[in-house]
């Protein structure tokens, strides 16, 4: 008996004990948009080894919930309701009762489209598409969506507004899947509002082909999806901003600064609305670089930046129509921006008409001093030029575009596209130059010129595709037409004086008063029919045949002035030419498909047979050629687990020259840098590898990606150098070389320290570029490298602070080999230098409608030379502004560049040439300002229905 007592005493006790350790866990859940308390939500507790179910409950009509003996540990919390998108959160139960923070979950419409997860999972990986969820990332109020793509893992967006993600530069930023004022990717993340977005999705846009047959072709382009939320498509929202005020320092006789700043958008039914005005002269501009490329396909060579990234550039020489480079993140610039987006579906949907005209102007002045080295073999030749630009140019684009579905099931569809480009430039530039050679210090050539241009340019290019599906799965037929043409009038006046000297004695001069015109006509025709099969459930074939017809017409002439008639009409027959040219290329092909839930991969090839056939009218001169070529690709994607995808793609084409590159004409524009044109140009043919791997884990919020890009050229094209070492002239023609290569890698890593509750992220890479240049008979190949490594830290408070630390580090090697005319031996010569970039931004949040934000950027700038000076300068800005009436609207000053150390460098190898140049820069100054975020009022949520049953759940 007594032994039975004591049993039962240490049973109970035993079970008092356990009980002590479990303990109840309560919280309330909430509707983020409108406020409403949720009732009938499921909250589930999870095991995190395993998911196994240790508790749920439903929520009341007050929206609270209780699990009562729960064990003290660390467990996953799952919120589920029909009109909702899940929450996951990881939660740790320490206390005898335990309250959970208010949890917010997010409606969702029709289908469970999203996984919202708190406090690690803002993000996921559906297929090749990254998705982040947008209300999971905080940012100040009435932010833009530019300021939202900063807080997500992966996307970079630089101090110039260009956007990468997962390494790769973004071309095109949709909305709702359609373009947004054009393909300008700044006008969308610059306008909306965040608070307008519910995902961002980050993808590789293939064509409409290869969407529709579902075979890569290997045209893609990086792309970000702004998907609007549902009530946001509604009604109308917009804004109205501006701000004013004076400078200081040297710039305070200036005009002061301004800007306005407006935007509005309207949602009715299946008609879409948009219009912007954007007018200041602080620098904010409409115009991307990549409207520079819509005016033809020029072949293109690389330099690597100090930055390590890839610039290219035109191939040809200095012409007539060569449009002033204009880079808006120096100099002064006035700039006038409009634009409209019309988009609307007609006739039960069948029907999509998309249409966006915009229009740009540009004043734009700027000082820039360029110091140049060249080694020519021998002796390295230094240029020193102080060039002053004013520009002033407008732009007209039209954009648009038809989609028909043919039948009631989309069968046959048929798009027609349009855009078209009017582009006026009026230019003055005038240079001082002087050219010395490094080694011994003697004087080789004088430069005074000013350069007047006047360039219009008209382009035009007309697309329709149709589609058509079988009745038997994946058995398609689709058409395509595409016609471009692209009009130049150009003008150009050149008064120049040349100073020139030998072992460092004047010897002469030479005077340039010159007029030069373009009259340029390039057309493009190109038809494709594509034939798909499908040979099994996996396998399908495709068939296809193009044809293209590159046309082109180049009349360039040249006039001295006549002091006589006081005109410019002594024609210069070495100055002058009439050029046509035709190209045709037939390229009939085949690919092989197979898709399956894990793997994907296609390849095939196209041979191509081209044709040349150029004419010189001045010297009554053919030239003819013909080409047989074959395009490679392949691509293939492995999915191997949830959320993690590796994709390699390998494609060949070849690149023909321009007309630029094929005419036979000597200009004059530079004398000491006299280009001519080769019309025994042979076309190129480039090879490109590129490997792509991103993976994210869900429960431990810890995201990847690694890329890697190979292109090989054979046959490239590049200039041919003569140098003359004494006077310091250069003689350049393109030509083809072999040799060319560039490899680029980037990753990133990035992962959230819960403990901290901290952002960390990783971003290394590494770029190579072996170039091949032809100088005075000889094949010179520069290798440069460029290896750097990114590192942030972001934490935040929600209405407390947000604070965020980047630094940037890179290494930057140049390495060649050379013959020493001199010497006669062959030379190798270094030249190295690193950057750095230290920035530090910081928000903080007073009573909710108070906030200071302040940025803080140091840059660093090794000098290339033991003979240059490092260049360290500082940036910082602050703005204090204060929202009123529930965030609609704000009153603000700004202050920029506090320290007034602004200043534009940059560093940079071509080849054997190295080159930094300096640049004005708007310095210090300060701004009030006003907006007005205006939009319909939300509509009323409507009755949630009763969530999922217990024995569902399980």
């Not at 033809?296 to 060579?301: A, F, H, I, L, T």
């Not at 240029?383 to 989309?410: C, E």
């Not at 006299?674 to 019309?679: F, K, L, Q, S, T």
């Not at 003569?722 to 006077?727: A, G, T």
């Amino acid at each position: 008996m007594p032994k039975s007592i004591a049993l039962f005493i240490c049973c109970l006790f035993v079970c008092i004990c356990t009980k002590a350790q479990q303990t109840n866990l309560s919280g309330t859940i909430k509707d983020t948009t409108s406020g409403n308390l949720v009732k009938n939500a499921v909250v589930v507790i999870l095991s995190p080894k395993d998911s196994v179910l240790v508790g749920f409950a439903r929520t009341k009509d007050n929206g609270s919930y209780n699990l009562p003996n729960i064990p003290a540990g660390k467990y996953i919390l799952m919120v589920m309701h029909p009109t909702f998108a899940d929450y996951v959160d990881d939660i740790e139960i320490k206390d005898t009762d335990t309250k959970v923070p208010l949890v917010a979950v997010t409606p969702k419409s029709k289908l469970l489209e999203a996984v919202i997860v708190k406090a690690g999972g803002s993000m996921r990986i559906k297929g090749d598409t990254t998705i982040y969820t947008a209300d999971s990332f905080k940012v100040s109020a009435n932010a833009n969506v530019e300021e939202l793509l900063k807080k997500m893992p992966g996307i970079q967006v630089d101090k110039n507004g260009e956007i990468k993600a997962m390494g790769e530069v973004v071309e095109k930023v949709l909305v709702d899947g359609e373009e947004f004022f054009g393909d300008d990717p700044g006008m969308a993340v610059k306008n909306l509002r965040a608070d307008a977005i519910k995902e961002v999705q980050v993808f590789k846009k293939k064509s409409d082909q290869a969407e529709f047959t579902g075979i890569d072709d290997g045209q893609s382009k990086q792309t970000i999806n702004l998907k609007l939320k549902e009530d946001k498509k509604k009604g109308y929202f917009g804004k109205i901003e501006a701000s004013a005020g004076p400078l200081t320092g040297d710039l305070k006789d200036e005009d002061h600064r301004y800007n306005t700043n407006s935007m509005f958008s309207s949602f009715k039914g299946k008609r879409k609305l948009s219009a912007f005005l954007l007018n200041g002269n602080t620098g904010q501009d409409g115009l991307s670089w990549q409207d520079m490329e819509k005016y033809g396909s020029n072949d293109m060579n690389m330099e690597m930046t100090d930055d390590g990234g890839m610039m290219f550039f035109s191939g040809g020489g200095q012409n007539a129509d060569d449009e002033p480079y204009v880079n808006t993140e120096n100099g002064f610039i006035n700039n006038l921006n409009a634009g409209l987006q019309y988009s609307n579906k007609f006739n039960d949907s069948r029907n999509t008409l998309n249409l966006s005209p915009k229009y740009n102007s540009q004043l734009y002045d700027n000082t820039q001093q360029v110091y140049t080295e060249n080694n020519g073999g021998g002796e390295t030749l230094v240029t020193n030029k102080l060039r002053t630009s004013d520009i002033n140019r407008q732009n007209v684009k039209i954009s648009g575009s038809y989609d028909m579905k043919l039948d009631s099931a989309a069968n046959n569809t048929l798009k027609f596209t349009v855009k078209s480009n009017f582009y006026h430039t009026e230019s003055d530039e005038a240079e001082v130059s002087n050219t010395y050679g490094k080694e011994n210090g003697e004087n080789k050539n004088n430069v005074d010129q000013r350069i007047q241009k006047e360039i219009d340019k008209k382009s035009l290019n007309l697309t329709a595709l149709y589609k058509h599906k079988f009745k038997k799965n994946r058995r398609t037929l689709s058409l395509n037409a595409d016609w471009y043409t692209l009009s130049t009038d150009a003008e150009n006046y050149l008064d120049r004086t040349t100073e020139f000297f030998s072992d460092g004695v004047y010897t002469g001069s030479q005077v340039i008063d010159q007029l030069s015109t373009s009259d340029k006509q390039t057309n493009r025709w190109s038809g494709k029919v594509i034939y798909t099969e499908p040979l099994n459930k996996k396998f399908s074939l495709e068939l296809s045949h193009e044809i293209s017809a590159n046309t082109g017409k180049n009349e360039q002439n040249t006039f001295d002035f006549n002091p006589g008639s006081q005109k410019f009409d002594l024609l210069v027959d070495t100055l002058t030419n009439n050029f046509d040219q035709t190209i045709i290329t037939n390229k009939p092909g085949a690919k092989i498909s197979f898709n399956s839930k894990k793997i994907k991969y296609n390849f095939g090839t196209g041979v191509g047979f081209t044709n040349f056939d150029l004419k010189n009218l001045s010297l009554d001169t053919t030239y003819q050629r013909n080409f047989t070529n074959f395009f490679p690709a392949a691509n293939f994607t492995y999915t191997y687990k949830s959320n993690h995808s590796l994709n390699i793609n390998y494609n060949g084409r070849t690149v023909q020259p321009t007309i630029n590159q094929l005419q036979p004409l000597r200009n004059n524009f530079d004398p000491l840098n006299i280009y001519e044109g080769n019309p025994g140009l042979e076309q190129s043919f480039r090879h490109t590898l590129s490997i792509n791997h991103n993976g994210y884990n869900f429960i431990k919020d810890r995201w990847s990606y690694q890329g890697l890009s190979v292109n090989l050229t054979e046959n490239a094209i590049t200039n041919e150098r003569i140098i003359n070492l004494d006077s310091g002239i250069t003689r350049s023609r393109p030509t083809n070389t072999n040799g060319n290569i560039s490899m680029n890698f980037w990753g990133g890593l990035g992962m959230k320290i819960k403990k901290l509750d901290l952002r960390l992220n990783f971003s290394p890479n590494l770029n190579y570029n072996r170039f091949a240049d032809v100088i005075n008979g000889q094949t010179v190949f520069t290798n440069t490298t460029a290896a750097g490594m990114s590192v942030s830290l972001q934490k935040s408070k929600d209405k407390k602070y947000d604070v965020s630390i980047w630094n940037n580090f890179r290494y930057n090697y140049n390495r060649g080999k050379q013959f020493n005319y001199f010497s006669q031996k062959i030379e190798t010569n270094v030249r190295n230098f690193s950057t750095n970039q230290l920035n530090v931004e910081g928000t903080v949040y007073y009573k909710k409608v108070w906030s200071i934000q302040t940025d803080y950027s140091f840059f660093y700038n090794q000098a290339a030379s033991e003979d240059e000076q490092n260049i360290k300068y500082s940036i910082w800005n602050a703005r204090l502004q204060r929202t009123f009436k529930n965030n609609e609207f704000t009153a603000f000053v700004m202050v920029r560049d506090i320290l007034n150390e602004n200043i534009g460098i940059s560093q940079t190898f071509y080849g054997t040439q190295f080159t930094r140049e300096i640049n004005d820069r708007l310095k210090r100054y300060a701004m009030l300002g006003f907006r007005w975020d205006f939009k319909n009022k939300a509509p009323k949520a409507k009755e949630t229905p009763p969530a999922a049953t217990a024995e569902e759940i399980k």
